[in-house]
């Protein structure tokens, strides 16, 4: 790919990849894009894993024999997606030593039903923990509200984790104060803070969409103008944020016990309308220090023809103020745009795994039925 990567790179952003596979794994495109296109990180969700597991034969043999053992469906889902996150992990693991744990991370999200239970969504990132057993693993954990206690608990208990579903730049706040909340505790229980990982996922692209939405209901040249601003603005003042925590003293206390920042991770940055440069949710959040997941499609546009900047993000934040106060002015509600792109990726990725779930339990139902056939 061209040299754009390359440029992304040396100006501080980590590229991950925002897609897993079987097939990825074992034709060595993953390994590849790692070799030789600068990738450090994959990141996974329910929609990827239902994708992956229902478009393609290489889980088959593994369904098979699940079902002849006869374990349940919830088991053998995340025997499916635990074994694709372990080896991508090793996969990934020489990037991991040689970055000092920075990068080569894997994600892996807990139940997207569990997102409004802090009890459950512990116990599930702890057995998720335990079952990959990879130091480069993330859990990923929605940040609705109900969940911050349980992000900042799975640190505390030293597990490295991906809070996902960022939107408000308040509730990115909320989240990195669990992260401080988190290592303090970790660090009184005597964990080793250089080991324990964790990136704040504040999802970009779908914010344009509900916003540009609701923008054109309202249907004035003020609003027209203001089409396609919302979503790098938003983002941008939350890497002012960032900045903002990972400079006080309570961070620093931290630093100097060896633990290492949380950092912004731009999600859902691929390009929902195609009037928008399929680059602009890349080029447009260029910073130090952030990672941008992104499919291979975004990659290789990226590769192709993104003009990347030193720094997009930095000496723009009085203007990304300026759009959303704009937005406000002329009648737009943040407060329940994020809240309802909330409610609606929680929603999604339910409805993801509850696809997945039931088709895998028919071909499971389907691979039982056939041994019995077999035996008679």
Same mark, same amino acid.
């Given at each position: 790919?061209?040299d @754009? =990567?390359?440029? #992304? !790179?040396? &100006?501080? $952003?980590s590229?991950?990849l %925002?897609?897993?596979?079987?097939?990825?794994?074992?034709s060595?495109s993953?390994?590849?894009?790692i070799?030789?296109?600068?990738?450090?990180?994959?990141?996974?969700?329910?929609?990827?894993?239902?994708?992956?597991?229902?478009?393609?034969?290489a889980?088959?043999?593994?369904?098979?024999s699940?079902?002849?053992?006869?374990?349940?469906?919830?088991? @053998? =889902?995340?025997? #499916? !997606?635990? &074994?694709? $996150?372990r080896?991508?992990? %090793?996969?990934l693991?020489?990037?991991?030593?040689?970055?000092?744990?920075?990068?080569g991370?894997?994600?892996?999200?807990?139940?997207?039903?569990l997102?409004?239970?802090?009890?459950?969504t512990?116990?599930?990132a702890?057995?998720?923990?335990?079952t990959?057993?990879?130091?480069?693993?993330?859990?990923?954990?929605?940040?609705?509200?109900?969940?911050?206690?349980?992000?900042? !608990?799975?640190?505390?208990?030293?597990?490295?984790?991906?809070?996902?579903?960022i939107?408000?730049?308040?509730?990115?706040?909320?989240?990195m104060n669990?992260?401080?909340d988190?290592?303090?505790?970790?660090r009184?229980?005597?964990?080793?803070?250089s080991r324990?990982?964790?990136?704040?996922?504040?999802?970009?692209?779908r914010?344009?969409?509900?916003?540009?939405?609701?923008?054109?209901?309202?249907?004035?040249?003020?609003?027209?103008q203001l089409?396609?601003?919302?979503?790098?603005?938003?983002?941008?003042?939350a890497?002012?944020?960032?900045?903002?925590?990972?400079?006080?003293p309570?961070w620093?206390?931290?630093?100097?016990?060896?633990?290492?920042?949380?950092?912004?991770?731009?999600?859902s940055?691929?390009?929902?309308?195609?009037?928008?440069?399929?680059?602009?949710?890349?080029?447009?959040l260029?910073?130090?220090?952030v990672?941008?997941?992104?499919?291979?499609?975004?990659?290789?546009?990226?590769?192709?023809?993104?003009?990347?900047?030193?720094?997009?993000?930095r000496?723009?934040?009085?203007?990304?103020q300026?759009?959303?106060?704009?937005?406000?002015?002329i009648?737009?509600?943040y407060d329940?745009?994020v809240?309802?792109?909330?409610?609606?990726?929680?929603a999604?990725?339910e409805?993801?795994?509850?696809?997945?779930?039931?088709?895998?339990?028919e071909?499971?139902?389907?691979?039982?039925?056939?041994?019995?056939?077999?035996?008679?």
């Amino acid at each position: 790919m061209a040299d @754009a =990567l390359t440029t #992304l !790179t040396e &100006h501080g $952003v980590s590229l991950w990849l %925002d897609d897993l596979d079987r097939d990825r794994l074992t034709s060595g495109s993953l390994a590849g894009l790692i070799a030789h296109d600068h990738v450090v990180g994959v990141t996974t969700n329910p929609t990827i894993f239902a994708k992956a597991i229902t478009g393609s034969d290489a889980y088959d043999d593994q369904i098979r024999s699940l079902a002849v053992r006869g374990v349940d469906t919830g088991e @053998a =889902l995340r025997a #499916l !997606t635990t &074994h694709d $996150v372990r080896d991508a992990c %090793d996969v990934l693991r020489p990037v991991y030593d040689a970055t000092g744990g920075v990068d080569g991370r894997v994600s892996i999200e807990v139940d997207p039903r569990l997102a409004h239970d802090p009890d459950a969504t512990v116990a599930e990132a702890e057995a998720l923990w335990w079952t990959i057993d990879r130091p480069n693993l993330f859990i990923k954990i929605a940040a609705t509200r109900q969940a911050l206690p349980a992000i900042t !608990t799975c640190l505390a208990e030293g597990i490295s984790v991906n809070v996902t579903l960022i939107f408000s730049l308040q509730r990115y706040d909320a989240v990195m104060n669990a992260f401080l909340d988190g290592m303090e505790q970790a660090r009184h229980a005597g964990h080793d803070l250089s080991r324990i990982a964790s990136v704040a996922s504040f999802f970009v692209s779908r914010v344009d969409t509900e916003v540009d939405a609701r923008l054109d209901k309202i249907g004035t040249a003020a609003a027209t103008q203001l089409r396609g601003r919302a979503a790098i603005a938003n983002a941008r003042l939350a890497y002012q944020r960032y900045e903002r925590v990972f400079s006080s003293p309570r961070w620093e206390a931290l630093r100097t016990a060896g633990a290492n920042p949380q950092r912004p991770l731009w999600a859902s940055t691929s390009v929902k309308d195609p009037a928008y440069a399929d680059t602009r949710y890349v080029v447009g959040l260029v910073a130090p220090g952030v990672v941008n997941t992104m499919p291979e499609a975004t990659l290789r546009a990226v590769a192709d023809h993104g003009e990347v900047p030193d720094d997009s993000v930095r000496d723009h934040y009085d203007d990304a103020q300026r759009v959303l106060d704009r937005l406000q002015q002329i009648g737009l509600d943040y407060d329940d745009v994020v809240r309802t792109l909330e409610d609606n990726g929680v929603a999604a990725f339910e409805t993801s795994w509850d696809h997945l779930t039931d088709q895998l339990a028919e071909t499971m139902r389907a691979h039982a039925a056939a041994r019995r056939d077999s035996r008679t």
